[in-house]
């Protein structure tokens, strides 16, 4: 599908027109049935669709008119999504057991013409289904409030707690790192990072008050004809996949490959290394003295740090972290961090006592000592003292 088309339906006949261009709708289909989900393989030109209370799924070529018709299952199906380059339609179906309907999320091969059954956890009351071709995965809104994922393989299933309000969904779609879900709350759309877990409420008009039924988001390079090897799931490379021919994956900088050419490592240097902060990259590094080869040191992500000290006989590294305005230490070749010191300023600075393996920290007017064990003692207060205290260096041979 070669044109930028959309899709629609009034509930039993199914509308196709180039984007913004109303005069040109044309009726595809018309079904003596009621339609209640869609979605389109762009590579194919097909249209595929389900009608209300069978477990039918057709399907019709943009250009019409021959309509398809598979029977996947003799229960209900409620929503559908397509992965073209697969060529496989993922759908969720409706089995009354008792008195309570249990949904069952599926995959049928376009090719083989078989279907496998995804088992699933969390998917209660599904209102809409999506395939997120990125990372290969599906992601459903749930009418108890929560947006539920699993990848296509069944591992992985979460729901984001972030955006679960109690309240019923609708529609869910995926653009890049956002997740677009609406609701039928006093707002029309939650929009959730997933870089960062941060939710967003917006209105689409603040003249439409009902509540959205279906969205998809497109755009030309995340619909493509062709599928390169680092499009989805960044080529399973942990950090850098490289496109071209082949799949190549390469590491950020302090890293190295791992033997399976996916994963990466950072080594740490026993003798004749530097220890070095780089501001710019709020990263921390051992630099090999000969070769100048660079390690990371491997902090927490959202460490910013601003004031560094190395105590080489305990190969402690302190630092001081501007996003939590505190002093934090880790061992080389450890993950443990740990906070040693909260509510310094953005100005502190720190030196090491090697002998003793104190750690001196000035902020704002006082100096305080933080012993091996971890026990703050201030040794300076702001007595007398008319101004902040910038650099401290501790010569520990004259006390």
């Not at 305080?368 to 040794?379: D, Y």
Request: charged share 25%; hydrophobic share 35%.
């Amino acid at each position: 599908m070669r044109t930028k088309m959309v899709f629609y339906t009034n509930d039993s006949t199914i509308f196709k027109q180039p984007a913004f261009k109303e005069d040109q709708r044309e009726v595809l289909y018309e079904s003596a049935g009621i339609i209640i989900d869609m979605d389109v393989d762009w590579i194919s030109g097909l249209l595929y669709w389900i009608e209300k209370d069978n477990g039918h799924l057709y399907y019709v070529h943009e250009s019409g008119p021959e309509v398809f018709d598979e029977q996947l299952t003799d229960s209900d199906i409620t929503n559908i999504a397509v992965d073209p380059h697969n060529k496989k339609v993922y759908w969720i179906s409706s089995v009354l057991e008792g008195t309570e309907n249990k949904y069952v999320l599926s995959a049928w091969s376009m090719k083989t013409k078989t279907t496998e059954i995804i088992p699933t956890l969390l998917l209660s009351k599904p209102s809409d289904l999506e395939y997120d071709r990125l990372k290969d995965r599906l992601l459903w809104n749930d009418n108890d409030g929560h947006i539920g994922m699993i990848n296509t393989d069944g591992t992985g299933e979460r729901k984001y707690d972030t955006a679960t309000t109690g309240e019923p969904r609708h529609a869910v779609t995926v653009y890049k790192n956002f997740i677009i879900s609406s609701t039928g709350e006093n707002r029309q759309f939650d929009i959730v990072y997933e870089l960062d877990k941060q939710r967003l409420s917006v209105n689409l008009h603040k003249g439409y008050d009902g509540f959205v039924e279906d969205v998809h988001v497109y755009e030309k390079a995340l619909q493509p004809f062709d599928l390169e090897s680092c499009e989805v799931n960044n080529g399973d490379c942990e950090h850098v996949c490289r496109k071209g021919s082949e799949r190549k994956c390469a590491c950020f900088l302090g890293y190295v490959l791992n033997d399976d050419n996916k994963s990466c490592r950072s080594a740490v240097l026993n003798e004749k290394y530097f220890v070095v902060l780089d501001a710019v990259h709020k990263a921390l590094y051992q630099v090999d003295q000969e070769t100048k080869a660079i390690h990371t040191i491997t902090i927490r992500q959202d460490n910013v740090p601003v004031g560094l000290a190395f105590d080489p006989k305990r190969k402690g590294v302190i630092w001081v972290d501007k996003k939590t305005n505190s002093v934090k230490k880790i061992t080389l070749g450890s993950s443990d961090e740990t906070a040693v010191m909260s509510g310094v300023d953005n100005n502190a600075d720190i030196a090491v006592d090697v002998s003793s393996g104190n750690i001196y920290i000035s902020s704002g007017r006082n100096i305080s000592v933080i012993r091996h064990s971890f026990h703050l003692l201030t040794i300076v207060d702001s007595t007398n003292i008319i101004a902040n205290i910038g650099k401290i260096a501790v010569m520990p041979q004259s006390g």
